[in-house]
């Protein structure tokens, strides 16, 4: 079936540092591909996300790039802030399915001051 | 502009007794994705509803399970009999359009303990 990869798990930077998340997905119907990131105590928040005729995006100091061919994207965040630390979680549409999303196991980021 | 609520936030009870959740999606979304999150298995979707209709209920994990979406602004997710492996935190979620590329706006959960 269906499946997103997500690495790594756990991602500690310090203050300042850029972050990268990836991800590889299975489907190459997929076209959407969204992220989140979760706070404790909260729902997952959409960040940004991208479909599948664009190859990156990119709103202040987060952006996403999409490889279709290699069926990999990946979250970049810059000159990271203490509130950044979160749990980020990507998915992937899922072909023939009316809206759903796949998720990957989500990276937790700890931004250290 | 109001987000998915969900009620309640926490819920605790005993094994056995039912446990009701529920959910106001968007107005004008018309599709609601109920979900569960765990550490061991992450977000899974347990059922999503396209214009009030059920469209796949196959990550509903038993018969004890049953969703219902009766009117475009309301949904249930109730458990009967709730179990201790039934802990975990539910989402409600909600989409503009029952089509692949519209995202996903969640609500903040039902924190559920079975004891």
């Known amino acids: 079936g269906e499946n997103v990869e997500q690495h790594p798990s756990t991602l500690s930077v310090q203050e300042g540092d850029s972050a990268v998340i990836k991800c590889t997905y299975s489907d190459s119907a997929s076209n959407y591909f969204p992220w989140y990131k979760q706070e404790l105590g909260k729902g997952p928040q959409l960040i940004i996300d991208i479909r599948s005729n664009v190859g990156e995006k990119k709103d202040q100091r987060i952006a996403v790039t999409l490889n279709k061919t290699a069926k990999h994207f990946s979250l970049h965040i810059t000159e990271t802030q203490p509130e950044d630390s979160a749990v980020y979680f990507c998915a992937a549409s899922i072909r023939g399915s009316q809206g759903n999303l796949i998720f990957g196991k989500g990276t937790k980021l700890s931004v250290k001051p | 502009d109001a987000g998915v609520i969900q009620s309640p936030r926490h819920e605790v009870t005993e094994m056995g007794q039912e446990v009701t959740l529920r959910c106001k999606p968007i107005?004008?979304?018309?599709?609601l994705f109920w979900y569960r999150q765990t550490m061991m298995r992450g977000l899974e979707l347990l059922i999503y509803?396209?214009?009030?209709?059920?469209?796949?209920d196959s990550g509903m994990p038993e018969d004890r399970f049953s969703a219902k979406m009766p009117n475009a602004s309301f949904s249930t997710l109730k458990i009967q009999p709730s179990e201790p492996r039934d802990s975990a935190v539910y989402f409600c979620?909600?989409?503009?359009?029952?089509?692949?590329?519209?995202?996903?706006?969640f609500g903040d959960g039902t924190r559920l303990s079975i004891l």
């Open positions: 107005s004008g979304h018309n599709s």
């Open positions: 979620a909600s989409s503009l359009a029952a089509r692949s590329n519209q995202p996903q706006h």
């Open positions: 509803f396209n214009n009030n209709v059920p469209i796949d």
